[in-house]
């Protein structure tokens, strides 16, 4: 679980989180959500230690990273999975060589025990297989998966994830949706995940939390949306939903003829 009291964070002078209280629980997916410009992006870089707010505390069930060592944090990061926007595979390695980066990076084990890791997450995430393939030889879906992959493979206790459905497609998004789901209940995992799609608010949204100007404006869960009577929510969610749907519709079945 990671507990986050009375944080607030300024940039020249302007305050982008206001006296933030969240709660991320444990072996449920926790879903940040906001408009653009509304602090969700600086939460997230604050609860990873990129960013470090001027007031209040970041407690990692329990410890506070606000007030850890240089060696804590590292020793913290450790026991962190990062899921970028982008992926952020290298092109140079191969999909498996990706996995294994972090194992090489934080473990002393051997090659062989790396490769049996890395095989093991990628068979997790359906890409038995793939494993000799670059990045541009793969699909962006797929891209997303190995990245998954690679954000497991250290056994996390907490996963971060960046608008993982940027740039994809509704049914590829829902895929990974349902494998970021069954990761976090399969491994217990503290999962957070960025995000403006609100098909996921609406299909994953097991604690959901609303930011809004720098403040903590909701918190519910996929089921309360639907009979909140926040209407800053409100508008936000379902106009962003139907233009999403307006979007698919046009997709799925063209132009009109009418113009």
Known sequence: MIEVKNLTKSFDGRTVLDNIDATFYTGKTNLIIGQSGSGK???MKSLVGLLRPEEGSILFDGRDLLGMSPNEVKSLRK?????????AL????TV??????????????TAAQMKERAMFCLERVNLKGAENKYPAEISGGM??????????ALNPKYLFCDEPNSGLDPKTSILIDELL????????ITTVINTHDMNSVLGIG????FIRKGHREWVGDMSQIYTTENKALNEFVFATRLFQ??????VKNGRTERQ
């Open 41 to 43: 992006t600086v939460l």
């Open 79 to 87: 026991e962190i999975g990062m899921l970028f926007q982008g992926s």
């Open 90 to 93: 290298f092109d140079s390695e």
């Open 96 to 109: 498996l060589g990706n996995v294994m980066f972090p194992l090489r990076m934080f473990t002393d084990q």
């Open 143 to 152: 891209q997303k998966r190995v990245a998954i992959a690679r954000a497991i």
């Open 181 to 188: 789901s069954d990761i976090t209940h399969e491994y217990n």
């Open 206 to 209: 097991e604690n959901i939390i």
């Open 245 to 250: 749907e307006v979007h698919d519709y046009i």
